[in-house]
């Protein structure tokens, strides 16, 4: 729309796009699932992910770059969604990271 000297331009969300939630254990566990593609309007799709130990390890927390995000093994979506990257009003690709710690020996 023009307006004497005035453009204004209207941004309008593809409602089919879709962004990666990627969950990643360091060493000393796992994650049963690796993976979730949500819509980057809603984050309709998002599962989240449980962690699992290995022996001789404990679960420390589910971070997202240096913020623990919580202490349960289990991160829920809608845990996970209040800690989702944004790229203005749509959100974005993220990482959680399962940290884990060695066990002490007694």
């Known amino acids: 729309v023009k307006d004497k000297d005035k453009v204004v331009y209207h941004y309008v969300t593809d409602p089919d796009a ?6 990643r254990a360091e060493t000393g566990g796992s994650v049963d ?3 979730d ?3 980057i309007v809603t984050a309709d799709g998002l599962k989240g992910s ?3 130990a290995a022996r001789g390890y404990k679960f420390d927390g ?3 770059g240096g913020t623990q995000v919580t202490t349960d093994e ?5 845990a996970a969604k209040g800690f989702l990257n944004k790229e ?3 959100y974005a690709a ?3 990271v399962a940290k884990f710690s060695a066990r002490r020996r007694t």
């Open 33 to 35: 699932n690796a993976e």
């Open 62 to 64: 589910w971070y997202k």
């Open 18 to 23: 879709t962004g990666k939630v990627t969950y």
């Open 50 to 52: 449980t962690a699992a």
């Open 37 to 39: 593609t949500i819509q």
């Open 74 to 78: 289990s991160l829920s979506a809608e």
């Open 88 to 90: 203005g009003v749509v």
């Open 94 to 96: 993220t990482e959680f």
